[in-house]
């Protein structure tokens, strides 16, 4: 997925600027998936919406009323219809393997979604390390009875002061976030 984020990073880079919209073809077996996984409840929202923009792109609507209608920028509705021209070839692909029996809807409903992930952003790194985040779930999993704590639940703060005491630095509301995302992604 790296590689294709890199090539992707390059590509949109070469793209030029123009007043017209990037014209996108989807095949109806393509179509048919948007519109059924845009109807789907467990979908995140982030792919609702841009595969939303990609079919209705498809339909040949200007990036302006699409953007009314989402209730987002021209600009977003630009970047995912540019996005998808730079893979239009990878779907197709996929199609031919679908045809071929040696992929499925699956596989071609995963390359759509990678294709509208958001590209890596910048910043620093996580000081904490994988190690010790998985320490800190560890040790929010354990009773606080084990380490003489008068309570029975944990709260981020007291999680935050029994780290302290085992070397991590974290505080409250990172170890909250980072519970949050742990048990998300479970």
């Known amino acids: 997925m790296t590689i294709v984020l890199y090539f992707t990073v390059i590509l949109y880079k070469q793209i030029k600027m123009s007043?017209?919209?990037?014209?996108?073809?989807?095949?109806k077996r393509v179509g048919e998936l948007l519109i059924s996984s845009i109807q789907k409840?467990?979908?995140?929202?982030?792919y609702q919406k841009r595969m939303s923009i990609?079919?209705?792109?498809?339909?040949?609507?200007?990036?302006?009323?699409?953007?009314?209608?989402?209730?987002?920028?021209?600009?977003t509705v630009r970047k995912w219809r540019k996005r998808w021209k730079i893979f239009e070839d990878v779907i197709k692909q996929i199609e031919i393997?679908?045809?071929?029996?040696?992929?499925?809807?699956?596989?071609?409903?995963?390359?759509?979604?990678?294709?509208?992930?958001?590209?890596?952003?910048?910043g620093s790194s996580s000081r904490i390390t994988n190690s010790e985040k998985d320490r800190?779930?560890?040790?929010?999993?354990?009773?606080?009875?084990?380490?003489?704590?008068?309570?029975?639940?944990?709260?981020?703060?007291?999680?935050?002061?029994?780290?302290?005491?085992?070397?991590?630095?974290?505080?409250?509301?990172?170890?909250?976030i980072l519970l949050k995302k742990r048990i998300t992604t479970a």
């Not at 007043?19 to 095949?27: E, G, L």
């Not at 409840?41 to 982030?46: A, D, G, K, L, Q």
């Not at 596989?107 to 294709?115: A, F, P, V």
């Open 97 to 122: 393997e679908l045809d071929s029996k040696t992929a499925n809807k699956i596989d071609l409903l995963y390359k759509i979604k990678e294709i509208l992930t958001d590209l890596p952003r910048s």
């Open 41 to 46: 409840r467990n979908i995140e929202s982030h």
């Open 136 to 176: 800190l779930i560890a040790l929010a999993c354990e009773s606080p009875q084990n380490y003489g704590l008068p309570f029975t639940v944990w709260t981020h703060k007291e999680l935050s002061a029994q780290a302290k005491k085992m070397g991590i630095n974290i505080s409250s509301s990172y170890y909250g």
């Open 54 to 75: 990609i079919y209705q792109s498809s339909l040949g609507k200007k990036n302006q009323d699409i953007a009314r209608e989402m209730k987002c920028s021209p600009v």
């Open 19 to 27: 007043r017209q919209a990037v014209q996108i073809t989807v095949s």
